[in-house]
C-alpha cells in the first residue's frame, strides 16, 4: 500500500469511531432538530451552548465541577 491508501484506512477507521468530530474530549455534542430554540432554552439559565447543524456543541473544557448540576438542569429542561 502506499501513502495515500493508508491515510484513507486511517481516516475511515477514525470515522467510525465518532460520527461528529466536536466529539473529542474538549467539547460535546448532543444531536437536536431545532438548536437554535435548545441553545436559547440553556441560555436561559446562563448554560450558553453553540448552535450548529443538527444539534448543538458544549464547550466541556469550560465548566467546572460547581457549574455541573446547572448545566443538567438546563440540558434537561431543554431536552423536554
Known sequence: ?????KNIALSNSVSAFS???????FFAWIETD???AFAESCAEMDVYLVP?????????????????????EALARASS
Not at 1 to 5: A, D, G, H, L, S
Not at 52 to 61: A, E, K, Q, S
Open 19 to 25: 460520527s461528529n468530530p466536536t466529539m473529542d474530549g
Open 52 to 72: 450548529l447543524t443538527g444539534g448543538v456543541r458544549i464547550g466541556l473544557c469550560a465548566l467546572s465541577e460547581a457549574d455541573m448540576p446547572k448545566v443538567a
Open 34 to 36: 431545532d438548536p437554535e
Open 1 to 5: 500500500t502506499n501513502f495515500n491508501e
